[in-house]
C-alpha cells in the first residue's frame, strides 16, 4: 500500500514515486537524451529534463555518451530520472554507491533539502554510518520480520560525559539549575543527552576548567547487530552476519 493504496491503482504512479532500483542506461546515448526518453510515458517536457539534470549536478554532463560516465555519475542519472515526475515519495536502494565524498555529502544535503519540503525519501542501505547521518527515521528488518522502527534520534541511551578536576562543584551548579547528572565520579560526571551546550555554559560562567565534553551515544552498528544477531558481535562472518540471520536497514527522511 502506499498512499493508502495499492501501487496499481494509483493514478500516474510514476508522478507520485520516483524509484532508484539500479543506474542502467544505453551506454551510447546521452544523459539528457536518456532522461527524454524516459520522460516521454510521463509527459514531462524538455524542461523538466533539464531541471533535473541541474538538480543532480550534471547539466555539464548531459551531452555525454553514459557509457563514459562513472559509477557516481551514473547513480546521479538514476535519481534525476527518478525526480522527473516531481513525485512526492522517493524509494533508493543503496544511493551512496559509487559516489565520492562530495558526491555522499551532496547527496544527504539533497535528502534534507527534499524532506523539509515534506516530501519523503525511503533508503535501503548497508552502509550504517551514513545512514546515521543522513536518516529521521530507522527501521530494521530481520528474516522477514520489523525488529525494529523508531525515530532515529531516539535510538541508544546517549549521554554526556563530563571530566574535570572540579566535578563535585560543577555537579551542585547544574543540579541548582535543574541538571541533574547521572552519574558523579572524583574527575568526571555523566547527563542525560542533548545536556553538553548548558554544561559547557555553566561551566564557563564559573571559570570551571573541562578536560572533556562529550556526547556519547548508542553506534547504529551496535543496535543493528543487537537486534538481528542477539549475543554475537560483529566479526568475522561480516557485516552480513553468519549464514541464515540476515537482516536489513532502511530508513527515511
Request: proline residues 4%; negative net charge; aromatic residues 12%.
Given at each position: 500500500m502506499v498512499f493508502g493504496r495499492a501501487y496499481r491503482d494509483l493514478?500516474?504512479?510514476a508522478r507520485r514515486?520516483?524509484?532508484v532500483l539500479d543506474s542502467a542506461s544505453q551506454p551510447g546515448r546521452s544523459a539528457r537524451d536518456h532522461l527524454r526518453v524516459l520522460a516521454l510515458p510521463l509527459r514531462v517536457g524538455r524542461r523538466r529534463v533539464?531541471?533535473?539534470?541541474?538538480t543532480v549536478g550534471l547539466d555539464a554532463a548531459a551531452d555525454r555518451p553514459t557509457g563514459g560516465f562513472s559509477l557516481?555519475?551514473?547513480g546521479r542519472l538514476a535519481l534525476a530520472a527518478a525526480l522527473l515526475g516531481d513525485p512526492a515519495l522517493l524509494i533508493l536502494d543503496e544511493p551512496t554507491g559509487g559516489l565520492d565524498p562530495q558526491g555522499v555529502?551532496?547527496?544527504?544535503?539533497f535528502l534534507r533539502s527534499w524532506a523539509a519540503e515534506g516530501r519523503t525519501a525511503l533508503l535501503s542501505s548497508h552502509v550504517l554510518a551514513e545512514v546515521s547521518q543522513t536518516v529521521d527515521h530507522i527501521v530494521i528488518i530481520s528474516q522477514g520480520r520489523i525488529v525494529l522502527d523508531a525515530p532515529a534520534d531516539r535510538l541508544g541511551d546517549g549521554h554526556v560525559e563530563v571530566r574535570t578536576a572540579d566535578a563535585a562543584r560543577l555537579a551542585g551548579l547544574l543540579t541548582e539549575r535543574?541538571?541533574?547528572p547521572t552519574g558523579v565520579g572524583r574527575d568526571e560526571l555523566r547527563l542525560p543527552a542533548g545536556t553538553a551546550e548548558q554544561v559547557g555554559r555553566v561551566a564557563a560562567q564559573h571559570g570551571i576548567a573541562l578536560v572533556e565534553l562529550h556526547t556519547h551515544g548508542q553506534d547504529l552498528e551496535e543496535i543493528?547487530?543487537?537486534l538481528t544477531h542477539p549475543g554475537a558481535a560483529a566479526g568475522p562472518d561480516g557485516p552480513d552476519g553468519p549464514p541464515g540471520r540476515a537482516g536489513s536497514l532502511q530508513g527515511a527522511r
Open positions: 493514478d500516474h504512479p514515486i520516483g524509484a533539464d531541471e533535473v539534470l541541474s557516481g555519475m551514473r555529502r551532496w547527496l544527504r544535503e535543574g541538571l541533574v543493528y547487530f543487537a
